[in-house]
């Protein structure tokens, strides 16, 4: 079984930064994509980033993009959410979440990550 774990959330100002970790432990799988998705009460889910695992490209939702970035690290399957400028409207669980070679959809998901921005 694939395990993916997100560190990283917590309590920050308006205007902070945090950075998110997400690592992949168990067995091994071929890495499509992997991308960090949120959920504020009431709302639904929403994607926040994605980028593809063996090239790089990156995707940003509206919302996030020119204050958040998306990376990895290949060698330690681990994914990172750089998020810079935070506002109260961030305020969310975080999942990360991992599509595989061959998948049309994310179907491994990390258990989340509080991130909340007061104002």
């Known amino acids: 079984q694939l395990h993916l774990v997100e560190s990283g959330g917590g309590l920050v100002e308006t205007g902070g930064s945090l950075r998110l970790s997400c690592a992949a432990s168990?067995?091994?799988?071929?890495?499509?994509?992997m991308a960090w998705f949120r959920q504020a009460p009431g709302k639904e889910r929403e994607i926040v980033a994605s980028?593809?695992?063996?090239?790089?490209?990156?995707y940003y939702g509206e919302a996030v993009e020119g204050r958040f970035t998306i990376s990895r690290d290949n060698a330690r399957n681990t994914m990172y959410l750089q998020m810079n400028n935070l506002k109260p409207d961030d305020t969310a669980v975080y999942y990360c979440?991992?599509?595989?070679?061959?998948?049309?959809?994310?179907?491994?998901w990390g258990q989340g990550t509080q991130v909340t921005v007061s104002s």
């Open positions: 168990g067995r091994t799988v071929y890495t499509y994509a």
């Open positions: 979440a991992l599509q595989r070679i061959g998948g049309t959809n994310y179907d491994f």
């Open positions: 980028i593809r695992w063996s090239t790089g490209i990156t």
